[in-house]
């Protein structure tokens, strides 16, 4: 496929690295190929490689990757393997993720002969490498192993990546994209042997050409970025394992979390599914670290609730007596610590009084989280948490609050953090129920952004 628009471009630079993570071996499909005229020719300035989405990591890489299943033309499919992808949060829309992958640009460089020959068979100039589009092109091929297709998983068209990195393209640019073959020979060839992607090979309004290719998830990835540049000076090739930071739109968070469901509730809804974007582009909440999972419906746990109060407080140091069943050790040690210190979570009441236990893997009932969420508004932020209970009450579930969660049940109903549980009928508060992560990942969300305005 083909497209032509016109558009002006700005020249300038961009910035780039290379990070590193791992992949595996594959062979695919073919993709279509665009070009399109932009505006007029420019001068090169030549993109940086101190920082930007590409990054080397100089250690050996933690885990593998298996073999994703990407349709032709598509995105990955609700929870489809996700190793090697990390979340890490940037835009109010959008979610930056971390794609893991090795590239193989020294055989990417390769392809500059191949074009050159099909050119020259057609009476056309020889292309220049450009190590700018050679930049663009690398991101590119990150961000196909997520979207396989010529919108970006950020939603936009692949040509707006010259203008988010400041590159000059010259006054026409084009794209082919490629999944499968491990060789730059047999990627080539299947690129010669489709009309649209050929047209793209030996178009005479382009005159450089920046090359990609990169592994990941069981496939190599593969992106002919075309423009009217007069080239660059070429440097070392860029091969090794990586990570590629770019955004997506939250219904590729499959591409992270492998239980992730575009379907569910968290993302039908668009209410929830803001929140659960705001909620991980502000590190409140994160997946598993052993696993890519985010455990929408797993119960959420105690220590867990402790340690996402304790980063929207700003991980302050704290210092309370031990409880005894707490390994400080672990991850949530310093966050329980926090809790104790501050009141916001105590252990559990003994007999005689004391606080001795915490129960740092105990599921949290949801009337047990409001009374959390309400003690750090009102302990941590300086807030009201007096509410009349005439809203809650109205809800079903409501005569099965404990005594002890009814003010803390009636504010969180009042200020939005929470409505009941859908269902066929209606709303229920559910007090005794298990807080899931999903729930949670809501909660947070609203109590961080729209009750206390952080």
């Not at 793209?200 to 309004?205: A, Q």
């Not at 953090?417 to 807080?435: C, D, F, K, M, R």
Request: contains cysteine; proline residues 4%.
């Amino acid at each position: 496929m083909k497209r032509n628009a016109s558009r002006r471009h700005a020249g300038g630079t961009g910035a780039s690295a290379v990070r590193k993570l791992c992949a595996a071996i594959f062979a695919g499909a073919l993709a279509g190929c665009l070009s399109v005229p932009v505006a007029a020719f420019a001068d090169e300035a030549t993109v940086g490689r101190a920082d930007g989405p590409i990054q080397l990591i100089t250690e050996d890489p933690s885990f593998g990757m298996a073999a994703p299943t990407v349709p032709e033309g598509a995105a990955f499919e609700a929870g489809s393997n996700a190793s090697g992808v990390q979340a890490l949060g940037i835009e109010d829309d959008t979610v930056a993720i971390g794609v893991g992958g090795v590239y193989h640009q020294t055989s990417a460089r390769q392809m500059l002969g191949l074009v050159n020959s099909a050119r020259a068979s057609r009476g056309a100039s020889p292309l220049v490498w450009d190590e700018n589009l050679e930049y663009l092109a690398m991101v590119r091929a990150a961000e196909i192993s997520v979207s396989f297709s010529h919108t970006r998983p950020n939603g936009l068209t692949c040509f707006s990546i010259a203008d988010e990195y400041d590159v000059s393209v010259g006054w026409s640019m084009g794209e082919n994209i490629l999944m499968g073959a491990s060789t730059p020979e047999l990627a080539n060839q299947l690129w010669t042997n489709s009309p649209g992607h050929y047209s793209n090979m030996v178009n005479t309004s382009f005159s450089s050409v920046g090359v990609a290719a990169f592994e990941c998830g069981g496939s190599w990835y593969w992106v002919e970025f075309f423009g009217a540049t007069r080239g660059t000076s070429v440097g070392d090739a860029l091969d090794g394992p990586a990570t590629t930071v770019f955004d997506v739109l939250p219904q590729y968070l499959g591409a992270v979390f492998s239980d992730f469901n575009a379907g569910d509730w968290y993302m039908t809804n668009s209410n929830n599914r803001r929140d659960l974007v705001y909620t991980l582009n502000n590190g409140i909440m994160s997946g598993y670290a052993d696993r890519p999972l985010f455990g929408f419906y797993d119960n959420i746990t105690r220590a867990d609730v402790a340690v996402i109060l304790y980063r929207m407080a700003g991980e302050p140091q704290a210092d309370a007596p031990d409880f005894e069943d707490v390994d400080y050790g672990w991850y949530y040690g310093r966050a329980i610590e926090w809790a104790r210190s501050t009141g916001v979570i105590t252990g559990y009441r003994d007999a005689d009084g004391a606080y001795r236990r915490f129960g740092p893997n105990d599921p949290v009932t949801r009337e047990q989280l409001v009374v959390m969420l309400a003690n750090f508004a009102e302990k941590i932020a300086g807030k009201d948490v007096g509410r009349s209970d005439a809203a809650a009450s109205g809800i079903s579930g409501w005569a099965q609050v404990s005594s002890w969660a009814r003010e803390g049940m009636a504010w969180a109903v009042d200020e939005g953090i929470l409505g009941g549980v859908s269902t066929s009928h209606g709303p229920e508060l559910q007090p005794q129920g298990n807080a899931t992560r999903a729930q949670v990942a809501i909660m947070a969300a609203r109590l961080h952004r729209d009750v206390l305005g952080w």
